[in-house]
């Protein structure tokens, strides 16, 4: 595909994911962007946020790299709607603390079809029922050992380990991975959830402002998992 075509389809997506990142938390709907008249917010004040234009730096940098890099496994068309997907359920997971449930639906009509083209009915369906599954089992166990903790604390307990949106979007990419590589995605997301933790958990302690219970967005981690298998099963 030539350059200035790669570098148009990017810079859209890129727009589209922006748009609906601002738009999806506040009415759950298509409507007009924030800064469309006669919105408080202005065009000049809007492209002057730091995510607008990291989200289309992103897009672009990325679209350029996989266009020069040699990938194997899965069409340019497929992966562009993949990282798009991935890129919107990350960036309102990190501003809104959720996984929206039109996302996920979006996401299971999505993978579903991409899943069912790559690999059949059979093993996306058990790849979205696994990756369910075990998200749904370990939202329940955070929930039981949070509220065990918290009352050996004598604390209120009002935070979740998991969000139940990350159940759902367990299960969407499995549809995407199919069964069992979502269990390996699974598996590098906790492993990369925990590392950024202990990490995390590291500058709180040495700044003062360590919080048991505090939230952290696991979408991120789950997105990165089913990435870095999809690359690595490209590239290795």
Known sequence: MPTIFTLLIALALGLLVNYLADTLPRTRRLTRPDWWPPAATSLRAYLARPRVWLTMLTAIALAMGL???PFTGWP???LALILSY???VVVIDIEHRAVLHEVSIAGVVLFGVIGWLRRGALETLLGGVGGFA????LYWLGELLGRWLARRRGE???????GFGDVNLAGVLGLLLGWPAIFGALILATLFGGLFSLVYILYTLARGRYSAFEAIPYAPFLVLGALTLIFLRAFV
């Open 156 to 162: 209120p307990w009002d935070e979740v380990a998991l």
């Open 67 to 69: 266009s020069k890099v």
């Open 76 to 78: 340019g068309w497929q």
């Open 86 to 88: 991935c890129a919107l």
């Open 134 to 137: 075990i998200l749904l089992a």
